[in-house]
């Protein structure tokens, strides 16, 4: 977990840039990991759907895998059910990584 995030500590330009822009959104929100048997969750993700607390807009399933699995958001301990944690919050690495980009102007 996070070895993506490693490589990118070199050049912040390694992370895609949809999910620069997802972390950008998560300055001031949470992210919310909800359990979904729908298409997108089951196509796209590994079975859950992504939004944002507290304006509750989606979240797309790839940034919020991506932003999981390499460390830039962290659990908040809420997993009720041990499927894991239910709502993140950008790790430091995250914060930087979100305030480069748009120190970058793009």
């Known amino acids: 977990m996070g070895e993506f995030l490693e490589k990118a500590h070199d050049d912040a330009t390694k992370l895609p840039h949809f999910v620069k822009r997802a972390l950008v959104r998560l300055r001031d ?4 990991r909800q359990v979904s048997s729908s298409e997108e969750a089951i196509a796209k993700g ?10 509750g807009k989606a979240f797309g399933t790839a940034s919020g895998l991506f932003c999981i699995g390499n460390g830039l958001v962290e659990p908040m301990g809420d997993d009720l ?16 990584a979100a305030a480069a980009f748009l120190e970058s102007g793009r």
């Open 81 to 96: 059910f041990g499927t894991g944690s239910q709502t993140y919050r950008l790790t430091k690495e995250g914060r930087q």
């Open 46 to 55: 590994d079975g859950h759907l992504f939004f944002t607390h507290p304006d």
């Open 29 to 32: 929100r949470d992210l919310i």
